[in-house]
């Protein structure tokens, strides 16, 4: 009994101590860092999105405001227009955005994020720890993948929560379509998810 | 050709019938006696949160007899979207099947399925269907005592039926290449589609098989395969008008298309259980199918067409008392590839492993575990994102009671996500460690309290030098304890406390006046009080604490000091009542008042009042009827300050109400 509980901490101090778990240095060199706001309200959390979607410098700003119970729903019609077996709407966790805002912001050429207007009333929970937005959104953007579509426009309601580290991060995105005919962020962000 | 021969070798020379989880075809289980009828079953439920309305129905029917099985279904799901009447989605099924033991060991199954799926939003309406219909002849054998061998053979018939209109002027762009009487393209015209439609039909004519293989109790083999083939015929039919003009032309784009389908599985897997209680198993899988389809977004015929194989292990040994290992492994291809949409190409290497040990003392005292996985994926064949990441995840816990009362118990895990693509502009590690320990004190079950510590660590970096300026470490250290105390039989009070302090340093020195830390106090307070036997009472006290600001450096390089730049004060009170006037019915009322007080170069002060009410049913109703729901209604508003302070009010209606009756 004694011997195997001593391997058992043998060994976890053996692959944990021989570098494993150690991150790479980065590159030399240095690029512009970009301002990241602290989440420490949903306005911030939506101050980051509108600045750093889809910018290749703060895709790691971006990524931090999705809770790691981060989910992505499409827009019905989107998911609807998908091949038999195409799965690339399902179980659209943290780490698959974190992926797919990678690949938009490492192949786009410009782009703008706006939320020009809220098109519901705020939902906001009574121990104020989550709050339910409700936006009109509109993306332009640049990019080879999803020419020649430049223009992406619907409605997003967007629920933040509030951990208990006080931070708030985005828990859930459901994408809808506001009616203009324009493509949905569901189907730009559909384009860049290959192979995961 | 050998390994295949090997194959059919162990699969003639073998004796045992053995049902695995995997069947092919319909199990036996299916045919009972005496006959059983599943009474008819109705579900109707409706769900409106702030934003969508959904309203969903179903009807179940099965029958089992000793030769004849028959089961049916029904569903159907409308979902509206509130306040914006042109845009909801409606979709259902049904199914039915026939299952007849025309002898001993031959089934004779018929199987009809409908599906539909519409949409409709302001630019378009549309709608799928598709509709099945399977025949199937089944027959199984047991040649030896330890072999069983099961063949189906099978008939679908299928057509998909899809439209999408559109109004004038929200067209989809069409290139019609112009052909002359030769067939030669002497140029292109655009229109604009308002109307699509496609059709497609064909008969899917299919082989499936499985042989089970016992020879020893302590040894299964089952293999299955499964093969078919279908020729869809698809007819496009695309209506519009050319660019500026609103006059519906039948400028068609017709179209025929049939090309295979072919579909082919096989699967084995071999279950070993060997001496001192090893049990493993081999799995095998390989897999080709053809899908033809109407890609709707770009109108036009698809092909896609995916050839994937896997491997997996499992191992599981248990060592001596109260040790287990367990190993599993898994190896995998998936090469998914398509006719026009080149973009979406791709081919995925996976490779897994973990290996994880578990304890548990013979008198369940003490448990622990530790976990080492990792997971490789690679991805090539891609227009973009080719590359590998590597996951490594170890994790090790534990827990021990030392007494009646008193219980420990902790929890490690380290971990690290590598991702290098073939652009390595987007080359990133992600590192995560986490720890937390702590113990509980168990007076009696109305008394007991738990307190634990933690200290988890995030660095994610990204290595080019163009991501790499914002790499930080956010470490969180954290203190979270409850307790909860029965004063007396009707009254509890329950209390959480939370310390949390989160610091974020930047990697680069010249990020240094970006470094920022917080802190937070939380205690929430839980007062909850039966009245009497119809009625609760609940008072709610939630407090927060926080303060945030830099924690850098100053110019001359000394230690970091804490400068902070502001101060939150949350404190919410609620009081719920309950109220349960008749059986199975409650009614409730909440009201809350939430003071915000934000202190940084001014204070400023926000009171916000919320009043619910509500009332939940659950009672049976029609003899043998359920009925469950509950509706509320929530009002809320924040007070004003200024007469120009926004008020952010909130009206909203929730419900959701399910009833079931058996017929």
Not at chain 1, 25 to 47: E, I, K, M, Y
Not at chain 2, 366 to 395: A, H
Not at chain 2, 581 to 587: E, K, T, V
Not at chain 2, 632 to 637: G, L, M, P, R, T
Request: glycine share 8%.
């Amino acid at each position: 009994m004694r011997l195997q509980r001593t391997l058992s901490i043998l060994l976890l101090v053996s692959i944990a101590g021989c570098g494993l778990f150690k991150p790479r240095d980065p590159r030399p060199g240095g690029g512009p860092a970009v301002n990241c706001l602290t989440p420490n309200s949903p306005d911030n959390v939506v101050a980051n999105l509108l600045a750093h979607y889809g910018e290749l410098a703060g895709t790691t700003c971006y990524t931090d405001m999705l809770d790691a119970a981060f989910a992505f729903h499409p827009d019905v019609t989107d998911s609807n227009e998908l091949a038999p077996g195409d799965t690339s709407f399902v179980h659209w966790t943290h780490d698959v955005e974190s992926r797919d805002a990678r690949n938009v912001a490492a192949d786009d050429t410009s782009h703008q994020v706006t939320f020009p207007s809220e098109y519901a009333s705020r939902v906001i929970s009574g121990d104020l720890r989550t709050e339910i937005r409700f936006y009109n959104y509109r993306v332009i953007l640049h990019a080879s993948q999803v020419a020649p579509d430049t223009l992406f426009q619907g409605l997003a309601d967007i629920t933040f929560f509030q951990g208990n580290d006080a931070q708030w991060h985005i828990t859930s995105w459901v994408d809808k379509r506001d009616g203009s005919g324009s493509r949905t962020w569901g189907y730009l962000r559909r384009i860049y998810r290959v192979g995961f | 050709m050998r390994i295949a021969c090997a194959i059919l070798l162990i699969l003639c020379s073998a004796p045992a019938w053995a049902q695995t989880d995997e069947t092919v075809g319909t199990s036996d289980t299916v045919f009972v006696a005496p006959s059983t009828r599943v009474p008819i079953s109705y579900i109707t439920s409706y769900d409106r949160d702030v934003s969508t309305g959904t309203w969903s129905q179903s009807l179940n029917y099965s029958l089992y007899k000793p030769r004849v099985a028959v089961s049916t279904s029904g569903s159907y799901s409308i979902v509206d979207q509130l306040g914006r009447a042109s845009q909801g989605s409606g979709g259902g099924s049904f199914a039915g099947r026939l299952d007849i033991r025309a002898a001993k060991n031959w089934i004779v199954t018929a199987d009809g399925r409908y599906n539909k799926n519409a949409t409709r939003d302001i630019v378009s309406n549309s709608t799928q269907r598709q509709n099945r219909l399977k025949v199937s002849s089944q027959y199984s054998v047991a040649p030896w005592k330890s072999v069983g061998i099961r063949a189906i053979l099978s008939s679908e018939f299928q057509e998909d039926h899809s439209l999408a209109l559109r109004p004038p002027g929200q067209g989809i762009a069409r290139v019609l290449v112009l052909t002359n009487a030769l067939g030669d393209s002497v140029g292109v015209d655009t229109f604009y589609v308002t109307r699509d439609s496609t059709l497609t039909t064909g008969r899917q004519d299919g082989l499936s098989g499985q042989v089970d293989w016992k020879p020893k109790s302590w040894f299964t083999m089952t293999t299955s395969a499964q093969g078919n083939r279908l020729k869809p015929t698809t007819t496009s039919h695309l209506g519009g008008n050319e660019l500026n003009s609103t006059t519906f032309e039948q400028r068609l784009d017709q179209t025929k298309s049939g090309e295979p389908n072919d579909n082919l599985l096989y699967q084995t897997k071999m279950t070993y259980a060997g001496p001192r209680g090893l049990a493993t198993w081999v799995s095998l899988k390989r897999t080709r199918t053809d899908q033809s389809y109407y890609d709707r977004t770009a109108l036009r015929q698809d092909l896609f067409s995916v050839d994937q194989r896997s491997g997996t292990m499992h191992v599981e040994q248990p060592i001596r008392q109260g040790f287990v290992l367990n190993l599993d492994g898994t190896l995998s291809r998936f090469l998914g590839q398509y006719k026009f949409r080149n973009n979406r190409n791709s081919l995925l290497n996976t490779k897994s492993g973990k290996a994880a040990m578990m304890y548990f003392s013979p008198r369940g005292t003490s448990r622990g575990s530790v976990e080492f996985d990792v997971d490789s994926n690679r991805n090539s064949r891609q227009q973009t994102g080719n590359g590998t990441n590597v996951t490594r995840f170890l994790q090790a816990t534990g827990a021990h009671r030392l007494s009646s009362k008193l219980s420990l118990d902790a929890v490690g895990t380290a971990s690290l996500t590598t991702f290098q693509y073939v652009d390595s502009v987007l080359d990133q590690d992600n590192q995560r460690v986490y720890a937390n320990g702590g113990g509980g004190y168990r007076v009696s079950d109305r008394c007991s309290t738990l307190v634990h510590f933690s200290v988890s660590r995030g660095h994610s970096v990204a290595l080019d030098a163009s991501r790499s300026a914002n790499n930080n470490v956010q470490t969180t250290y954290q203190m979270d304890s409850s307790m909860k105390l029965g004063v007396t039989p009707r009254i509890t009070i329950s209390q959480l406390y939370l310390l949390n302090a989160v610091y974020q340093i930047y990697d680069f020195a010249a990020a240094e006046s970006k470094n920022v830390l917080s802190r937070i106090r939380r205690i929430d307070t839980y007062v909850s009080d039966s009245l009497f036997t119809f009625a609760t009472l609940q008072l709610n006290h939630n407090f927060l604490f926080r303060d945030f600001g830099t924690f850098s450096r100053p110019p001359g390089g000394a230690d970091r000091l804490y400068r902070v730049f502001s101060h939150t004060y949350v404190q919410t009170v609620s009081a719920t009542i309950n109220v349960r006037p008749a059986y199975g019915m409650l009614l409730f009322a909440t009201q809350s008042l939430s003071n915000t007080r934000v202190t940084q170069t001014e204070t400023t002060v926000n009171n916000r009042w919320n009043l619910s009410l509500g009332a939940t049913v659950q009672r049976t109703i029609m003899g043998n009827g359920d009925l469950n729901g509950t509706v509320q209604h929530i009002e809320a508003y924040d007070e004003r300050m200024l007469p120009t302070d926004p008020r952010n009010s909130q009206s909203d209606w929730i419900v959701g109400v399910t009833l079931v009756k058996y017929f």
